[in-house]
DNA sequence: CGATCGTGTGACGGTTGTGTGACAAAAGAG
DNA sequence: CTCTTTTGTCACACAACCGTCACACGATCG
C-alpha cells in the first residue's frame, strides 16, 4: 500500500486529489498548510507527497527545502502556474516533478509510479565534489576549504560550480559567461576578476593556483 | 561532464536541441532513428536520454522498452502530443519524464538535473588520446608525457591537436597554416617553427624524433 | 662534386593575454 | 532610509607568446 501526502490550501482541490487517489488504491492523507504537512511528514512519513506551490504561510518552494533537509521522498509540484521560472524554481529547490492544474488522475499515478521506480537511491544527505581540501557542495550552497567554511558570494559559488562540474576540462571564458553570468556577449576580463577573487578564497597560494588554473588562450579548469 | 543522447527524426528541432544543450555545458549527440540511439546508447552510453515519440521504424515507446532491458539511464519523452493517454503509455514504457514540444531549455535542463539527483550521478570522465608515453587531452587542454603534465603554448597545443585528430597521416605545411592559424596564405616557415619547439617538449631527442617526424617535401605527421 | 632545395634553430621586437588594484554602480541588510 | 556588501568596469604593468628573419646544415639531384 502506498501512501501519499497532499498539501493542498484549496479545499475542494485537495479532496478531489485524495479521493481520486484512493480510487486508484493509495493511501492518501492530506494537510492545508505547509507547516501541517511538515509535521505530518515528520510522524507518518508518506511514500509520496504532492504539494501545491500557493500556500498561505510558508510557501511551496520552502515547504519542499525544508522538507528536503531530512528526507527523500518523492515530490510533486500541482500548481496552476504554468510558467517556466516556476518550474525550474520548483525543481531546484528539490521536487521531483511539476505538474499543471487541472491534472489528469492517471498522468498523476503514471508519474508517481515512474518516481517510485527511480527508487529512493540516495541516502547520502548532500553530496559534495572534492577537490584535495577544497569541497562543493551544490546542494548545500557551501563550500568548504579544509573542513572550514569558506564565505564565497552567489557569483563566485556559481562560477566555482561551473568550474566543479567539469571538472579537469577547460572552459572559455565566453562558455562561463555565457553560463554563469547569461552573457552571450560581454568583457571576458570579467571573468578573469572573479576568477581572482576565487583564488583568494579557495587557494592556498593564490599566486600559485593548484586546483584554479588558467590555461593561457584557452580558459580556466578547475584540477583535483 | 554530462552526456546527453538525442534522439528525434526532425533534424531542425534535433539540431536546436543538441545546440541548446551544449550551451549549457552537456555533451550531445543525436540520433535521427531508434535504431540508431540503441546502437550509440549500447557503444557509448550518455547519462541522459532524450525521445522523440514519432520515429520512423522503430516507435519512441518500443525504443524505450528496448533500452530499459539493458539501461536504467534516465529517459526523457519530448514529444508534440499533448494527451494522457500518450504520456501514461511513454511512463509505463520505461521513460521517466515527459516534456510536451515546444520546450524550453530551463526546463529542461531542470528536469535533467532532478532526475540525476534521484539517480546515482554518472559523468564521462576525461578522455585522452595515447602515443606511447604521450597524452594529449583536448578537453583538458594538457599534454602528458610519462604521465607528467608538459606545459605547451596555445599553438603549439592546438598545432598537437590537429596532428592528433589525424594520427598516421601526413598534413601538409599548407593545411597546418589554414586549421590551425586559420591563414589561407603564408610563410610556411611558420610551421616549421612551432614543430621545433614542440618537439623540445614532447620528444625524448628532439633530434631523432619518433612521434612528429617530418616527411621530406610533404609535411608533418604525429605516429604512435 | 657542386648547386639547390628543404628543414631546423637561435635571436629579437612587437603583440597579446592575464592579474590586479582602484573605483563606481547596484543590490541587499539593518 | 543609510550603510555594507557585492558586482562590473577600467587602466595599467608584466610576462608570455608569436611571427619573422637570418643562417646553418643535410638531403637530393644533375
Not at 43 to 55: I, K, Q, S, W
Not at 97 to 102: A, E, Q, S, T
Not at 108 to 126: D, E, F, I, K, Y
Amino acid at each position: 500500500m502506498t501512501a501519499v501526502l497532499v498539501i493542498e490550501d484549496d479545499d475542494r482541490i485537495r479532496l478531489a486529489l485524495l479521493l481520486a487517489l484512493e480510487e486508484e488504491g493509495y493511501t492518501a492523507q492530506g494537510a492545508a498548510t505547509a507547516e501541517e504537512g511538515l509535521r505530518q511528514q515528520r510522524e507518518h512519513p508518506a511514500d509520496n507527497v504532492l504539494v501545491d506551490l500557493m500556500l498561505p504561510g510558508l510557501d511551496g518552494y520552502e515547504c519542499i527545502r525544508r522538507m528536503r533537509r531530512d528526507d527523500d521522498v518523492p515530490i510533486v509540484v500541482v500548481s496552476a502556474r504554468d510558467d517556466t521560472h516556476d518550474i525550474v524554481a520548483a525543481l531546484e529547490a528539490g521536487a521531483d516533478d511539476y505538474l499543471v492544474k487541472p491534472v489528469a488522475v492517471k498522468e498523476l499515478t503514471a508519474r508517481l509510479r515512474a518516481l517510485r521506480r527511480r527508487g529512493r537511491a540516495r541516502t547520502t544527505p548532500v553530496t559534495a565534489q572534492v577537490f584535495g581540501d577544497l569541497e562543493i557542495s551544490e546542494e548545500a550552497g557551501e563550500v568548504r576549504k579544509a573542513g572550514r567554511p569558506v564565505p564565497v558570494t552567489r557569483t563566485e559559488f556559481r562560477l566555482l560550480c561551473e568550474l566543479a562540474d567539469h571538472a579537469g576540462r577547460v572552459l572559455s571564458r565566453q562558455q562561463l559567461l555565457s553560463r554563469v553570468w547569461g552573457y552571450e556577449t560581454g568583457d571576458e576580463r570579467l571573468v578573469d576578476v572573479h576568477v581572482g577573487r576565487l583564488r583568494q578564497k579557495i587557494e592556498d597560494d593564490p599566486a600559485n593556483p593548484r586546483h584554479l588554473v588558467t590555461l593561457r588562450g584557452l580558459g580556466y579548469k578547475l584540477q583535483r
